[in-house]
């Protein structure tokens, strides 16, 4: 999923009437190449870009990983570089770290994927990926091996304007993997086999100028793979929604889909928004029907993601701009997989987000 730390400080505001944008394709191309994954450096003096390599773990002991390695240039004086990792341990204890680099911190290939910020490296390719950070208040190995392939939803661009002139690019470099390494924070390591999943992606538009929600679901039960996001836009693009979805089994990805229902049932207010607590699914795709539920079973985090810039400018933003928060849960998920008439019922746990803009 591509989440920048929104430190913009311009006020954009919204132009009267739905300007035109391009939604992924329909159809989409398995395996992501070496050039999607590398760092985009041609975009690098548009103020409205930002890149970001995603990672995520649920490991076999019950803690989640969440890291980032990000670049932007939104609007700033300065370029910048960053480090996110969010880690929770089973007992409850939680780790939420921030690094800021600047440009000089960065090097890459050009080629492929290899990108080097600061203390931090990310690279890989094909059905292999890693991250490793050696910095003062953590260190990590970590790395993924693909169960599933990668893939790319249509050329993985959305396309904004009438001239087509911005756009936001995703690949799911990793919708399935077995998660491997460690991760030591204040002096305690922690294992981190487990499933995990990757992706990369980029934009040339400020990301709350064009999302106002986002659910993204991930499920890595023994036999069962899903991986669906769902993006609600903004009343400046049409008000729609882009939805995208794998379904994975027994190692293969079985069906891809952008029409699929995940629905919001039940909420309760969390960081002044509002919170789906059950959430309703429905997928066709591939020969299979995917029906049920998922429901909140632990809260992880509300991360306020202006949280680190001033009080005033921060306020400012969040009164004329957006209020950008990302939600985590541990989901309960209970679905019935039917195929050829058969129908498995699958209970299994979930990781769950919700982003607010």
Not at 43 to 59: I, L, P
Not at 137 to 155: C, I, M, R
Not at 274 to 282: A, D, M, N, Q, S
Request: aromatic share 14%; hydrophobic share 35%; proline share 3%.
């Amino acid at each position: 999923m591509l989440r920048f730390l929104l430190t913009c400080l311009i006020v954009s505001f919204a132009a009267l009437g739905a300007e035109p944008i391009s939604l992924f394709e329909p159809d989409g191309t398995r395996g992501v190449t070496a050039d999607f994954q590398r760092w985009h450096s041609e975009f690098e003096d548009n103020g409205n870009y930002g890149e970001s390599y995603f990672y995520v773990a649920r490991t076999n002991d019950g803690s989640t990983l969440f890291t980032m390695l990000s670049i932007t240039n939104l609007g700033l004086s300065t370029f910048m570089a960053s480090l996110d990792l969010q880690y929770y341990a089973p007992d409850g204890r939680k780790w939420n770290l921030h690094h800021e680099y600047d440009r000089d911190d960065i090097t890459a290939a050009t080629d492929r994927m290899d990108i080097t910020i600061g203390p931090a490296r990310t690279w890989g390719g094909g059905n292999a990926y890693h991250v490793t950070i050696d910095e003062s208040d953590v260190q990590l190995d970590f790395h993924l091996a693909n169960e599933l392939p990668s893939y790319k939803f249509g050329s993985g661009k959305v396309l904004f304007y009438a001239d087509q002139s911005a756009e936001y690019t995703l690949g799911i470099s990793s919708p399935r993997a077995a998660s491997s390494g460690s991760v030591t924070l204040d002096g305690e390591r922690f294992d981190l086999a487990g499933k995990g999943y990757h992706d990369h992606g980029w934009a040339t538009i400020k990301m709350p100028s064009f999302i106002k929600e986002w659910y993204a679901v991930r499920m890595f039960s023994p036999d069962h793979t899903l991986v669906l996001h769902r993006q609600f836009l903004q009343p400046k693009f049409g008000g729609g929604e882009n939805k995208f979805g794998i379904v994975g089994h027994d190692g293969k990805i079985v069906g891809t889909t952008r029409n699929f229902s995940l629905n919001g049932t039940q909420f309760r207010e969390e960081a002044g928004h509002r919170l789906p607590t059950e959430i309703e699914v429905l997928i066709n795709t591939g020969g299979y029907n995917v029906t049920g539920t998922i429901t909140e079973l632990r809260y992880q985090e509300s991360i306020d993601v202006l949280g680190r810039i001033s009080f005033p400018v921060r306020m400012a933003i969040k009164a004329f701009y957006t209020n950008p928060y990302f939600l985590r849960y541990m989901g309960q998920c209970e679905l019935d997989f039917t195929k050829d008439g058969v129908t498995e019922h699958v209970s299994h746990e979930c990781l769950v987000e919700i982003d607010y803009y």
